[in-house]
């Protein structure tokens, strides 16, 4: 079969080549997945360009956002039969600690995620653990099945399931073009709360108009002073930052009184200078929110499937080009999720 295969640290030019592989078998308790979509997020970028504490270990194939058909079924699956159209849940557990028994699997000692700490989804086919495949809703044709999980079930988890937002508060959510930002826009917005977003062009702006109340221009002035002008001086009840260190101290100065800063991400990099006392003096929260478990997961296709929010696709590429969708994921330049079919 064909693969996307990372060989090296570098430019996706460099880094990324389309290898022939041996077409894996399902193992006890697994399904094999013939892929029919998988989309390109922030992470398999970071993969390619390595980060401090990586091992470097090649080659790597990412791609976490998968769905497909199964396609054979290994010894020992019980409720997952060939023929069947899935999305993969990407968090694979060990399914009896005492996280995974309350259902907080990426809580899991052993959490390891596909298409990071596993093999991808870009490639012709895929091995899973029974357990993680989900049922596709019919609604939802191949492409839109694979352009949610992480993005949406992450930006779930920060607002609903921790960061609580409530239909009468407001929320910030930053970088909003790109796709755990455009998730969390559309979730506050579709909650009911007032709902801002902060990204980097006027087109950008523009399109996010159609979710957020307000959109702020961030190169043009510090954000938390354009909250503030939004919000009489009040701030927001909640910020959604993924961004890090970049952006940490203007979050926090952009919160309420008692307001909350969730955190999933460091795309500017990991290590904040903060002044501390803007947290505990204010009644502030910081709350980390990696990733959603499986209800989590569950939560948010309900609403995707039932087209309560819509995940943006960018645009669809065949496996040849993936090249392509690195670079522009890289250089901010889409809206939205880049999808990959790899078996065109
Ligand atoms: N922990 C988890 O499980 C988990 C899950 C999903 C994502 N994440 C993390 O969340 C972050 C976002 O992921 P994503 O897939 O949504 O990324 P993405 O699609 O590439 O979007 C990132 C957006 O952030 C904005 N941005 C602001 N400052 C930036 C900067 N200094 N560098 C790059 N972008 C900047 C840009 O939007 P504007 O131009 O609109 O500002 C960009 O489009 C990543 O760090 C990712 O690793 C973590
Ligand atoms: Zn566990």
């Known amino acids: 079969m064909r693969a996307a295969h990372i060989t090296q640290y570098g430019s996706p030019d460099e880094a990324l080549e389309i290898a022939t592989v041996d077409t894996p078998e399902p193992g006890p308790e697994e399904v094999r997945i013939q892929v029919e979509a998988c989309a390109l997020n922030r992470l398999d970028v970071f993969a390619r360009l390595g980060h401090p504490e990586d091992e470097g270990d090649f080659p790597r194939r990412t791609g976490c956002d998968i769905s497909g058909v199964v396609d054979s079924v290994g010894p020992d699956v019980t409720g997952v039969e060939e023929g069947e159209s899935v999305i993969v849940y990407p968090g694979v557990t060990c399914g009896e600690c ?68 409530r239909p009468a508060e407001s929320a910030l959510v930053l970088g909003a073009s790109g796709g755990v930002g455009n998730a969390a826009l559309q979730i506050a917005e579709r909650i009911g709360a007032t709902a801002y977003a902060t990204t980097s062009s006027d087109e950008k702006a523009a399109r996010l108009e159609e979710w957020a109340d307000a959109v ?15 919000t009489d001086g009040r ?37 904040p200078d903060i002044d501390i006392r803007s947290v505990y003096q204010r009644h502030r929260q910081i709350l ?14 309900k609403w995707v499937a039932r087209g309560e929010v819509e995940p943006v696709i960018d645009r669809v590429l065949p496996l040849d080009d993936i090249a392509d969708g690195h670079r522009l994921i890289e250089d901010r330049e889409v809206f939205g999720k880049v999808v990959v079919r790899p078996n065109e």
Not at 120 to 145: I, M, R
Not at 216 to 230: G, Q, S, W
Not at 243 to 258: F, K, N, P, Y
């Open 98 to 165: 005492e996280f995974c028994l309350n259902g907080e699997h990426t809580m899991c000692p052993e959490y390891r995620i596909i298409g990071e700490d596993l093999p991808g989804g870009l490639a012709e086919y895929l091995t899973v653990p029974a357990w993680n495949v989900e049922p596709k809703p019919d609604e939802l044709d191949f492409v839109s099945a694979a352009a949610w999980p992480i993005t949406f079930t992450t930006a779930w988890r920060m607002l609903v399931t921790t960061g609580g937002l």
């Open 216 to 230: 702020i221009d961030y190169t043009e002035a510090p954000f938390d002073e354009a909250v503030r002008d939004l």
């Open 235 to 271: 701030g927001v009840d909640l910020v959604a930052d993924h961004v890090g260190q970049e952006t940490w101290q203007t979050s926090i100065d952009a919160l309420a009184m008692g307001g909350r800063m969730v955190i999933c991400g460091a795309t500017s990099g990991p290590d």
């Open 288 to 301: 980390g929110a990696p990733m959603g478990n499986r209800q989590d997961f569950r939560d948010a296709l």
